[in-house]
């Protein structure tokens, strides 16, 4: 990096301002980094609470905060399966768990490794076949095939992931499962026992390294005897780790060499160089210099070191693993024939570099890059604007949240009143608080007060009927934990609460509140009960969205999840939103997949809900003018709200205010609309019915 062109300050200058206006910026990093570690805290609050047997971490391009809209990248997920304990050593042996024993030696790939089944009730070599997934080698040990994950339910397996697409309240997924091992592997023991120096890894970040949990994943180096057996070793908290302590200068080289790479390389030899590759190559360009070198001032000079680096690695087919050196990511990875023709296109990029920079096409960097040089003002669509993206980091966040609580929702759906309390009180209790990390106590804050407002809920809905008051003043305090859940549906499942239980004062004044602090040019609703694409938000939600980095005051204040009522709920749920509970029939259940739980439940968006609530109230009250604009409002929300996720189910509660207006015609509309929205599981299809037959009677 000595010899530097006199045009490169210049031009290093113009490539940070263009990946700055697509969003490779230091503020969107980070929320991109917050919203990852949020979910997947969320993940492991959930699983830990619903007592499964496997956590979910979050690893790539999307929680790195490395990536842009162009590069559409998947979310990366491990998905570890806590019952397994893979060791090195038999003195790591526990009892209560599949022990497997590491074998690493020179018969086994760098960076893999054999896993050796062991007796369950003693640190010794399992004798007796246990089932399909192990096989006896020439020595007589028991291995473990890395083909006991193949078979995903409705998974695509693409080398040792599955991917997932079309999941409600997440982007397209690559799961990844695996066996957790909590000490550093035997190969990457020089690396961990290095003394770090004052540049780049220092020793502070190599000791935390050395703590970090790894995993063996399900895949073995291609083209070898033992392909069906050996386990990759896995260092990506490791990774995770390093690449979150790179300054925007690091990011927006690495974020340019995967732009480079999708541009000249991926289009004609996409199985060649990888995005881990150039991570890696990354990752020894900054082990080899000084920290003071990679500076906004000198990204094209870093850029150049990189591809350099990445020719050499290409050329002589070797690319080091940064952990475990032994492992030579580029063997076996070029044909004879390919290989030359790769090399040809990174020597073009390198020699032609200004060029080149001006030919990439994602994310239209080449166009702006250009556009910037001549000193014209950059047009950026809508999709790369930084408040559309902090909008779509936000919403990615709401609807984890979410999905995971109707997740929770779903195991006591089917209980009793009685047994789901427990359950509920189980989830929330202090014991369980006090056994999570720090990273997860956020998750514990944000579900446990969607668990409050049901638990209170259902005592008042077991109660409503035995004028207990000790029983309802247990149910409001708490549903009053449940109320910050987000702008509406806390307070909604309160003003339901008070609406069943006929006090139809406090309700009209947590309508009220509700409606004050529902802003309607900011807030936006959130559903993760099935997959949808959102319509563009609001001006003031895209900005708020970007101004602020406090997500947890953002899914508050600007925020509103649909409202839900599980069954042992009833009572505390109007009749007219009872109904879609059983909208789903047993004999239509096998049509169903695995996300569409949620149809067990009353389940409403909150703002149709709200003018709902009110107009029962206000019919209660016999207030007719406000009634009347509760009624318009209903309609109106239904047709101009874009990113409703229960629109149907808005005009079923619509229709029946129809009916009791004694509007026929009106009421058959909304339930006809409502069918042609979703034609199986509406109960739309009953209300016609029972509307027909009182036609024909009259």
């Given at each position: 990096m000595s010899r530097v062109p006199d045009y490169a300050h210049n031009l290093s200058l113009k490539m940070s301002q263009v990946m700055d206006r697509i969003c490779v910026s230091e503020k969107i990093v980070?929320?991109?980094?917050?919203?990852?570690?949020?979910?997947?805290?969320?993940?492991?609050?959930?699983?830990?609470?619903?007592?499964k047997d496997l956590n979910v971490f979050l690893f790539g391009s999307q929680i790195e905060g490395t990536t842009t809209p162009g590069l559409q990248p998947d979310v990366d997920c491990i998905i570890s399966i806590k019952n397994y304990n893979v060791i090195q050593d038999l003195s790591a042996w526990q009892n209560g768990k599949v022990n497997l024993l590491m074998i690493q030696n020179e018969n086994v790939s760098p960076g893999y490794c054999l896993l050796q089944a062991l007796r369950g009730d003693a640190p010794l070599p399992q004798e007796v076949e246990v089932d399909d997934n192990f096989y006896r080698d020439r020595m007589g040990r028991l291995l473990l095939k890395n083909t006991m994950f193949d078979g995903l339910h409705d998974a695509v397996r693409n080398g040792p992931a599955h991917s997932f697409q079309g999941v409600p309240g997440l982007e397209d997924s690559d799961f990844v499962a695996a066996l957790p091992c909590d000490l550093r592997p035997v190969q990457a023991q020089h690396w961990f026992n290095q003394h770090g120096e004052e540049h780049w890894p220092t020793s502070g970040m190599i000791q935390y390294c050395s703590n970090t949990r790894c995993f063996v994943v399900g895949v073995g180096k291609t083209g070898i005897a033992n392909e069906k057996?050996?386990?990759?070793?896995?260092?990506?908290?490791?990774?995770?780790?390093?690449?979150?302590?790179?300054?925007?200068?690091?990011?927006?080289?690495?974020?340019?060499?995967?732009?480079?790479?999708?541009?000249?390389?991926?289009?004609?030899?996409?199985?060649?160089?990888?995005?881990?590759?150039?991570?890696?190559?990354?990752?020894?360009?900054?082990?080899?210099?000084?920290?003071?070198?990679?500076?906004?001032?000198?990204?094209?000079?870093?850029?150049?070191?990189?591809?350099l680096r990445l020719y050499d690695c290409v050329q002589n087919e070797y690319c080091p693993h940064f952990f475990i050196t032994q492992n030579n990511l580029m063997s076996g990875r070029f044909t004879p024939e390919t290989k030359p023709l790769i090399l040809k296109n990174l020597r073009y990029v390198i020699e032609n570099n200004r060029r080149a920079l001006l030919g990439i096409e994602c994310d239209y960097f080449g166009s702006f890059l250009q556009s910037s040089l001549n000193g014209i003002e950059i047009y950026i669509p809508t999709h790369y604007m930084p408040t559309f993206i902090a909008w779509d980091i936000l919403k990615n966040s709401a609807l984890a949240i979410s999905i995971e609580v109707k997740v929770l929702l779903r195991d006591v759906n089917n209980l009793s009143p009685r047994l789901a309390m427990q359950k509920l009180l189980k989830f929330i209790s202090n014991h369980y608080f006090q056994n999570f990390i720090f990273e997860n106590r956020k998750a514990y804050r944000l579900l446990s007060r969607y668990l409050f407002s049901t638990l209170g809920s259902i005592l008042a809905s077991l109660n409503i009927n035995q004028q207990d008051n000790l029983a309802f003043k247990k149910a409001l305090s708490c549903m009053s934990l449940g109320l910050d859940t987000d702008v509406a549906s806390g307070k909604l499942k309160l003003?339901?609460?008070?609406?069943?239980?006929?006090?139809n004062v406090r309700t009209e004044l947590i309508l009220k509140n509700i409606?004050?602090?529902?802003?309607?040019?900011?807030?936006?609703?959130?559903?993760?009960?099935?997959?949808?694409?959102?319509?563009?938000?609001?001006?003031?939600?895209?900005?708020?969205?970007?101004?602020?980095?406090?997500?947890?005051?953002?899914?508050?204040?600007?925020?509103?999840?649909?409202?839900?009522?599980?069954?042992?709920?009833?009572?505390?749920?109007?009749?007219?939103?009872?109904?879609?509970?059983?909208?789903?029939?047993?004999?239509?259940?096998?049509?169903?997949?695995?996300?569409?739980?949620?149809?067990?439940?009353?389940?409403?968006?909150?703002?149709?809900?709200?003018?709902?609530?009110?107009?029962?109230?206000?019919?209660?009250?016999?207030?007719?003018?406000?009634?009347?604009?509760?009624?318009?409002?209903?309609?109106?929300?239904?047709?101009?709200?874009?990113?409703?996720g229960h629109r149907e189910t808005a005009l079923n509660l619509l229709g029946q205010c129809m009916e009791q207006e004694n509007n026929v015609e009106n009421a058959f509309k909304c339930y006809a609309r409502s069918h042609q929205i979703r034609g199986r599981y509406n109960w739309a299809k009953i209300h016609i019915c029972k509307l027909l037959n009182k036609l024909i009677n009259n």
């Open positions: 980070m929320k991109r980094r917050i919203s990852g570690l949020l979910r997947e805290s969320l993940f492991a609050f959930n699983h830990k609470l619903r007592d057996f050996e386990w990759r070793i896995s260092t990506s908290f490791a990774e995770r780790f390093l690449m979150f302590t790179l300054n925007i200068t690091q990011i927006r080289c690495y974020v340019l060499m995967k732009m480079i790479l999708k541009t000249f390389i991926k289009q004609r030899f996409p199985n060649s160089i990888s995005s881990f590759m150039c991570k890696t190559v990354l990752l020894h360009c900054i082990s080899d210099t000084r920290s003071d070198a990679w500076k906004e001032n000198t990204l094209f000079t870093c850029l150049s070191f990189c591809l003003a339901s609460m008070f609406y069943c239980t006929g006090d409606e004050e602090c529902y802003d309607l040019s900011a807030v936006e609703p959130m559903c993760g009960c099935y997959f949808f694409k959102y319509a563009q938000p609001r001006e003031k939600f895209y900005r708020l969205c970007y101004e602020s980095i406090k997500e947890c005051a953002l899914l508050k204040d600007i925020t509103a999840s649909c409202v839900c009522f599980i069954k042992c709920e009833r009572n505390c749920c109007p009749l007219e939103l009872q109904h879609e509970m059983f909208r789903s029939k047993q004999e239509n259940i096998a049509y169903r997949n695995e996300y569409e739980y949620w149809m067990d439940m009353a389940v409403v968006d909150s703002l149709p809900y709200l003018y709902f609530m009110q107009y029962k109230t206000y019919s209660r009250l016999g207030r007719q003018d406000d009634k009347q604009k509760a009624l318009s409002n209903i309609a109106r929300t239904i047709d101009v709200e874009p990113n409703l």
